[in-house]
């Protein structure tokens, strides 16, 4: 009888949750949810058309909590390799505060309240951006490409490429090519600044047998990479200043920041394979340095009317 | 203050913490709610 009651008492401490409030906020990944979010406000401020306040802020909250939905999905599907990796084994999951099932309620809760409030109250486009967006990162880049090639972080950059456009649909309720060239910009970008990363995170990748590009081809063919789309992103980024909807403070911007991240990038191909690659380190920094010049210059200039936002609609 | 209670009074403080967040989200999203929902009907409130 004591054993019953002992057994009992063993599975209901084996039962109880311990996780707080901040093992749930850590799932959320709220580093790259407010790069996200910062995205999205781009896209909405450009915007042309009337939104009112309460709408907007509605609009980045569900961008916010979409972006969140997503990184908790990621963490709840790819817990058994983040327990591998020095960078991510603290994660909530694979520490054993929040369970898999528990992480992916909360994802798919938050994704689909996220979508719902959108859509009943921003536009059906923008909700269906989002979807789109929550789907493509978890379906796509965490179930399918993640594991099973080296251009995982190629196609699943789209996901986090999209942000300014759902932003520009919240005002608009269409697309439009402004939106489209910064969601150009930003998956142009993705590449280089997760192959840094993964340069000093090599053997990370390697022990959890994720096919980062310097596992698969190694670090030479890596750099050699990174040269190639820095500088196609680099080149990219003058595009908003020749379809006229970005002036001189980011012209200037993606010409000043962009020479250091390309200069940065040629550093990285010409360093030794190193475990602690520490020009690899530099260009990650550089590389969230470039994004957010490139953003914040587009918002002064909207804010200060140094550029004038074309209307290019699509559709 | 033995193991046991140490791990439930550990347990009952993340899930008082845990109801309090879930308490607030539920607030929120029924002020987002009302709030939205007048702003939707804008000047046909009395359509």
Known sequence: ?315 | MNGDDETRARFERARRMRNYAIAGLLLFLVVLFFVMTIVRLGGHVAD
Request: charged share 10%.
């Open chain 1, 1 to 315: 009888m004591t054993a019953v009651v002992e057994t009992q008492e063993s599975l209901a401490v084996a039962e109880m949750s311990f996780a707080t409030v901040g093992d749930y906020f850590a799932l959320l990944k709220p580093r790259v949810m407010s790069l996200v979010l910062f995205t999205g406000v781009v896209g909405l401020v450009l915007a042309p058309g009337h939104i009112d306040i309460a709408t907007a802020l509605t609009a980045l909250l569900c961008i916010a909590v979409g972006a969140g939905a997503s990184g908790a999905l990621n963490m709840a599907y790819d817990a058994d390799i983040d327990a591998l990796m020095s960078r991510t084994k603290g994660r909530p999951v694979p520490q054993g505060h929040v369970t898999a099932g528990e992480a992916t309620a909360f994802g798919a809760t938050l994704s689909a309240a996220a979508i719902t409030v959108m859509g009943l109250f921003v536009n059906l486009v923008a909700a269906a951006l989002l979807a789109f967006t929550i789907g493509f990162y978890v379906f796509v880049y965490t179930m399918w490409l993640k594991r099973k090639t080296p251009q995982n972080i190629v196609i699943g950059g789209l996901a986090g490429a999209l942000p300014p456009a759902i932003g520009w649909a919240a005002v608009t309720g269409s697309l439009a090519v402004t939106p489209l060239v910064l969601v150009a910009i930003i998956f142009l970008w993705t590449p280089p600044h997760f192959w840094a990363l993964s340069l000093y995170r090599a053997e990370d990748y390697a022990r959890a047998r994720v096919p980062m590009l310097p596992v698969v081809k190694g670090k030479p063919e890596t750099r050699r990479q990174i040269v190639i789309y820095t500088l196609l992103v680099v080149a990219t980024g003058f595009a908003p200043v020749l379809l006229g909807f970005a002036g001189p403070l980011y012209l200037a911007a993606n010409a000043l920041v962009g020479l250091l991240f390309v200069a940065q990038s040629i550093r990285v191909a010409a360093e030794r394979d190193t475990v602690r690659e520490p020009e690899a380190r530099r260009l990650f920094g550089i590389s969230i340095l470039y994004l957010f010049a490139l953003f914040a210059a587009l918002l002064v200039e909207q804010a200060a009317g140094l550029a004038q936002v074309p209307l290019l609609v699509l559709g």
